[in-house]
């Protein structure tokens, strides 16, 4: 079954492994991958992760191999899935108390600190992935010269609507919590409520532009 890589957690959820490169196209093929499976007798959910997708199932597998080899025959079909999302904008304040980290980022990237602005808030961001946290987004499409390293010692407590950098990645938090991503600016939007339905704000596929209102130094 080629490098992919089925395991079983706890005892009602698979997950689904392939090792890929972090982007759309691939990202597209794990969305069919979770619309297929989805559909199968005893799956409750399929939900998509980043290069990854969870199976919660009704009952204790009792063949994970057939399980395995029919996930990979799924992934190794190559098949894609385009989705029409939505589209949010959200307007952040870079820099100043909630974004302590952007003079780093600016450093660490060789740019300045509007240059870093401008790039970040330049592309229209695809959310690859719902998770971390509830209604988290993981987002593709980071200029790739704002790739910067995780901190050495994370943040104990991030707040609600951080906007941070690490990797090749950015997010806005949904939720207060800890944080080893670089914080860069904060946005007031609530992506999960669970008194909404649906809680979470974005799924899939949904897309992303952030507005800076504010640059403060």
């Given at each position: ?37 989805a ?23 009792v063949?994970i ?79 790739p010269?704002l ?22 990645q950015?997010?806005v ?21 669970p ?23």
């Open positions: 079954m080629g490098d992919t890589r089925t395991s079983l957690i706890g005892s009602r959820a698979i997950l689904f492994e392939a090792p890929c490169p972090f982007d759309l196209e691939h990202q597209q093929r794990f969305w069919a991958l979770a619309e297929a499976c559909a199968w007798p005893g799956v409750l959910e399929a939900v998509p992760g980043m290069t990854n997708l969870t199976l919660l199932l009704d009952r204790v597998p063949d191999d057939r399980l395995a080899r029919d996930l990979d025959a799924l992934w190794s079909s190559g098949q894609r899935r385009q989705v029409d999302g939505r589209t949010l904008e959200i307007d952040i304040v870079y820099g100043g108390k909630g974004g302590p980290h952007l003079a780093e980022v600016a450093e660490m990237t060789d740019l300045s600190i509007d240059e870093v602005v401008r790039r970040h808030s330049g592309p229209t961001y695809t959310v690859y992935a719902v998770g971390s946290h509830a209604g988290y987004c993981y987002l593709g499409g980071l200029d010269r790739e910067t390293p995780r901190r050495k010692t994370p943040l104990t407590r991030l707040p609600g609507g951080s906007l941070s950098v690490a990797g090749l950015t997010g938090s949904a939720s207060a919590g800890p944080s080893g991503w670089n914080t860069i600016g904060a946005a007031e939007v609530a992506f999960f409520d008194g909404r339905d649906p809680a979470a704000l974005l799924r899939p596929g949904d897309q992303i532009r952030f507005r800076p209102v504010d640059v403060l130094t």
